[in-house]
């Protein structure tokens, strides 16, 4: 008798294969086939079904992630709202506090002004109060953030930052000395607002070239040029980043100047994903232009 072919096919190749999903189980019916989580039966065939995928979340931006930023174009230019509201807002505290000062104590108003410890002070709240405000449009958006966010991380080669920080203040010099030889400008007298004496130097030295490039790094770099690169690209966000920063300095003689700064201090940002660069430079070029006020040219 001729033998039974799917006996035949038993022997040659083993049991049938049935789907795991399709076995019984002990004391269970089995069970039919039907549509599947992962795509429909295939007609027919119970133990083959089209395979589908599940779909993949969205990647999430994580607050510290190099070269993004949670804020907006829009944001910045509430930020730099908050930035003259706060400047306007002090200097003019300041000025009410100068003037009840020298009527309750008779002191001469140009004293008072010229005494180093209220640049420091008027420094230190103007940007307490531009801080302040852009942490609370940040919390009022609902936007994740650290410090980190904003630059304070160091890039992989620290080498490679310091002498890219360093060595792009050659060009930088070169361009302020070709712009200087047609408009001489007119630079800030470092002197003049912290006294010429040993104390006065050592509070210069410590806002102008410490303070000053922590802080404005900070902000326009970390948290300006991100936010406009990000939004516009590198070169029109730096560009403009740049005309904040120089503008910010309120004097016409030494806009292109600053500008040029601004703009490699952004190259600087935008290169690493870092400030720390761009704070090195920011020092550097600062504390040159400190000692050579107190000890290259005559104070004045």
Request: proline residues 9%; aromatic residues 10%; charged residues 10%.
């Amino acid at each position: 008798m001729a033998k039974d072919d799917s006996s035949s096919n038993r022997e040659r190749w083993g049991p049938a294969f049935v789907h795991p999903s399709l076995r019984s189980q002990e004391g269970q019916a089995p069970r039919q086939p039907g549509p599947s989580p992962q795509g429909p039966v295939i007609e027919g065939r119970p133990d083959l079904m089209s395979w589908r995928p599940a779909p993949q979340p969205a990647p999430l931006l994580l607050p510290d992630q190099p070269g993004r930023v949670p804020w907006t174009g829009r944001d910045v230019a509430a930020i730099v709202g908050i930035m003259i509201a706060g400047f306007f807002i002090v200097t003019v505290a300041a000025l009410i506090a100068v003037s009840l000062l020298s009527a309750a104590t008779g002191l001469d108003r140009q004293s008072i002004v010229s005494s180093p410890g209220l640049t420091t002070a008027i420094l230190v709240f103007q940007w307490v109060v531009v801080f302040g405000g852009t942490i609370a449009l940040f919390k009022a958006r609902g936007y994740r953030f650290s410090i980190k966010t904003m630059g304070w991380r160091w890039p992989p080669s620290k080498l490679e930052a310091v002498l890219l920080a360093i060595g792009l203040l050659i060009p930088a010099y070169v361009a302020i000395s070709v712009y200087s030889s047609f408009i001489q400008p007119s630079p800030q007298d470092i002197t003049g607002e912290f006294s010429p004496s040993l104390l006065g130097f050592i509070i210069a030295f410590i806002e102008v070239a410490l303070l000053v490039p922590m802080i404005e790094e900070t902000f326009f770099r970390g948290i300006i040029h991100q936010g406009l690169e990000q939004k516009l690209g590198f070169i029109p966000g730096a560009l403009i980043s740049a005309a904040i920063f120089a503008t910010a300095h309120l004097s016409a003689t030494i806009f292109i100047p600053i500008f040029i700064l601004g703009f490699i201090f952004a190259w600087l940002m935008h290169h690493t994903h870092s400030v720390m660069p761009s704070i090195i430079a920011h020092m550097t070029f600062n504390a040159i232009a400190v000692i050579g006020q107190y000890f290259v040219q005559p104070p004045g």
